[in-house]
């Protein structure tokens, strides 16, 4: 019995797809990364499935290769060997919400906005928020992070457990629903950013916060992405409780403004965001924040605490990597990040600005930067080798100069298959590490092959 037909009596004929068009669906994510189609696509309905699938893959060495919402940025979805992908689609449960436990448990394929849906009647809200409606699988394997990263953390601060299966097709479960743990390895952690090369995870059990009453959002210009880093740097020295502060450079903003029919200030521009159950406490944050944005070069303050006005302002935000393509013409986004201790960060906006400007490349700076993660968003034809060329220049050049601050070549991206040799540079010795934990727990290597793990020499 060939692998295919093993598939279809585990699953059923509609459920093991090979035709063009979903093979072409599941060969590419949102990057300049080459297209590469999977072998078949496969829908799984619970784990006892895709713990079969796995078996028959390894029974066959075929690569297998988990599928959530295809929104990364570093190709961690391309099957670039080929082989299975397995599209959560159909496990998108919600098991368990426990809202005395501020707990929830859920199944892979759910995306944010549909929990964020059912968490609302409870007074509860999930805070990871990448932009795209990402699905909660995806999220985990990549470490996902975003906007409210700055007061709630990444997606390894949010999953306090997870089901998985592992390359043999075992079904283990890691960690709880304790908000606590001190029991042995933390094996979570393992998996939560492992990007589908150690197993595919099944469910995943996930903090949840209570919904705030009171929500303002504010947004001040400036002169220069160094001086809104300044600024950004201050506040947070300052110690106010922002949940989200976000930066757009003046590229970002025309986009915006071009293909939104926005009308903001061309200029760079922070956006900020702070929530709790106290006014008082809120406007003595924002006239902390107002001072400190006014000593760095801030002008044209604004507050926003009407929820229409509010979502404007991180409408602008979350469209803005789309945007820029737009209005640049780009066909596909070359996207970066990098991340830098908040101390480099004024320096390290300028030195992304002037790579930009040094290599001649249409690009945007903007990011997370209360955390010291910036993106730079470039539109580049992937079949023009000198605009790819220029682009990876750039890419390489923002990298070295964040390493030479002390920081990292990716602060929420992940490695995918875009930055497995950056990972081995910045690791160093201990990528070796990597090595052992990926033959261990997937001695064939069919699990995501080629992603993630540092390039051996």
């Known amino acids: ?34 297209a590469h189609r999977p072998d078949a696509v496969v829908y ?42 397995i599209d959560f689609t159909n496990m998108d449960r919600i098991i368990a919400i426990r809202p005395e436990d501020f707990v929830v448990q859920v199944e892979p394929g ?32 990549t470490n996902a992070a975003g906007t409210e990263a700055l007061r709630y953390g990444a997606m390894r601060q949010q999953v306090l457990g997870l089901e998985a299966v592992l390359a043999d097709g075992r079904v283990v479960r890691v960690g709880g629903a304790t ?17 589908g090369t150690l197993g595919l995870l099944t469910e995943l059990t996930l903090k949840v916060y209570g919904i705030s009453a009171l929500t303002v959002a504010a947004r001040s210009v400036f002169d220069s992405v160094e001086d809104a880093g300044r600024a950004a740097t201050g506040m ?69 605490w009407d929820a229409d006005r509010r979502n404007a302002l991180w409408h602008a935000r979350h469209r803005a990597a789309l945007d820029i393509l737009a209005a640049s013409a780009g066909t596909h986004p070359f996207t970066t990040d990098t991340a830098v201790p908040l101390s480099a960060l004024p320096a390290a906006l300028r030195h992304a600005r002037d790579t ?29 080798p000198e605009q790819v060329a220029q682009a990876r220049a750039v890419n390489e050049a923002v990298i070295h100069y964040a390493w030479e601050q002390g920081g990292t070549c990716t602060g929420e991206h992940g490695i995918g298959m875009g930055k497995t040799r950056f990972l081995r ?33």
């Open 110 to 141: 759910i995306t944010r906005r549909a929990l964020n849906k059912a968490l609302g009647p409870y007074g509860l809200f999930f805070p990871v928020d990448p932009g795209a409606d990402a699905s909660l699988g995806g999220m985990a394997a």
């Open 44 to 85: 799984p309905a619970n784990t006892q499935q895709v713990s079969r699938i796995v078996q028959c893959a390894q029974s066959h060495r075929v690569p297998v290769i988990a599928f959530g919402q295809g929104t990364g940025v570093e190709g961690h979805i391309i099957p670039a060997a080929g082989g299975i992908t």
């Open 425 to 457: 540079e910045e690791k160093g010795e201990s990528s070796q590490l990597y090595w052992t934990i990926k033959d261990a727990l997937d001695p064939n290597h069919l699990l995501n092959p080629g992603k993630t793990v540092p390039m051996r020499d």
């Open 236 to 304: 947070m020295m300052q110690g106010a409780a922002v949940s989200r502060m976000e930066l757009m450079d003046e590229q970002s903003i025309a986009a915006v403004n071009r293909v939104e029919g926005t009308s903001f200030p061309v200029r760079a521009t922070l956006f900020m965001e702070f929530a709790g159950n106290h006014r008082s406490a809120l406007l003595e944050d924002l006239a902390t924040c107002r001072d400190v944005a006014e000593e760095s070069g801030g002008q044209e303050w604004t507050a926003e």
């Open 179 to 195: 908000m606590k743990s001190s029991a042995g390895y933390q094996l979570t952690s393992l998996f939560v950013g492992s990007e």
């Open 1 to 34: 019995m060939t692998w295919l037909e093993e598939l279809r009596e585990i699953l059923g004929e509609d459920q093991v797809l090979t035709g063009s068009s979903v093979l072409d669906q599941h060969s590419h994510d949102f990057s300049y990364h080459t």
């Open 356 to 384: 930009l400007t040094r290599y001649g490349v249409q690009g945007a700076v903007l990011g997370h930067v209360g955390d010291g993660n910036y993106h730079i968003v470039m539109g580049i034809d992937p079949n023009n």
